[in-house]
Structures are given as structure tokens and as C-alpha cells.
């Protein structure tokens, strides 16, 4: 079973700032059929990507965050990393770690999720 842990969520101030990790197997993370990513639901929403990054290190953020959020990958720790700056109350969420891939077909592994709470 493939299991993504998170880690770095917790209460912080608007403006302030998180960064979160994501761990991975080695098989996922170094394999170039596999796109690492975040996602985020907030309470009575759905669930939303936030941004990915592939083996490659192209990354893809949401409009929303662009500017405030970085995606990164740490190849030696099989990690993926999301700093958070300038955080707003609108991104008060739980973050969960994805790993997709669609070869040979549709496969997403999931993290148990991370709660960033950004209140004053």
C-alpha cells in the first residue's frame, strides 16, 4: 500500500507563513510516470488542486495562491515541499499530498491530509 505522509500544518496569523512536506515511496516519487502534487478542501467546499510538480520539476500553481505558494522537490529525501507565505484566511484548509498517474491507467494515492488554520 502506498502511503504519503504529511507534515507542517498548524495555526498561523494572516501573513504569516507554512511549509509544508509530503513523504513518499522512492517507486512514486523518482518515477517520471508520476505527478506529485497538493490539494486542499476547505469546510462545506470541494476539494481543489493547489499546484504540482513533475520528476522534471515543471510546476503548475492555481491562480489563487500564484505568487504566495511554491512547489518543491527534494530528490535526496523523496519529499515535496509547499511554502505558503502571505497566508489569508481563505486558505484555512486541510492540504492533502496526491500522486497521480494515468499509465497504463487513472491512479491517485493520497496523503490522510494536513490542517492549516490561518486566523488572527
Known amino acids: 500500500q502506498v502511503q504519503l505522509v504529511e507534515t507542517g500544518g498548524g495555526l498561523v496569523q494572516p501573513g504569516g507563513s507554512l511549509r509544508l512536506a509530503c513523504a513518499a515511496p522512492e517507486s512514486i516519487f523518482s518515477s517520471y510516470l508520476y505527478v506529485m502534487g497538493w490539494y486542499r478542501q476547505a469546510p462545506g467546499r470541494e476539494r481543489e488542486k493547489v499546484a504540482t510538480?513533475?520528476?522534471?520539476?515543471?510546476?503548475n500553481i492555481i491562480d489563487s495562491v500564484k505568487g504566495r505558494f511554491t512547489i518543491s522537490r527534494d530528490n535526496t529525501k523523496n519529499t515535496v515541499h509547499l511554502q505558503m507565505n502571505s497566508l489569508k484566511p481563505e486558505d484555512t484548509a486541510v492540504y492533502y499530498c496526491?500522486?497521480?498517474?494515468?499509465?497504463?491507467?487513472?491512479?491517485?494515492?493520497w496523503g490522510k491530509g494536513t490542517l492549516v488554520t490561518v486566523s488572527s
Open positions: 496526491n500522486a497521480n498517474t494515468d499509465y497504463p491507467r487513472n491512479v491517485n494515492y
Open positions: 510538480i513533475t520528476t522534471g520539476g515543471f510546476t
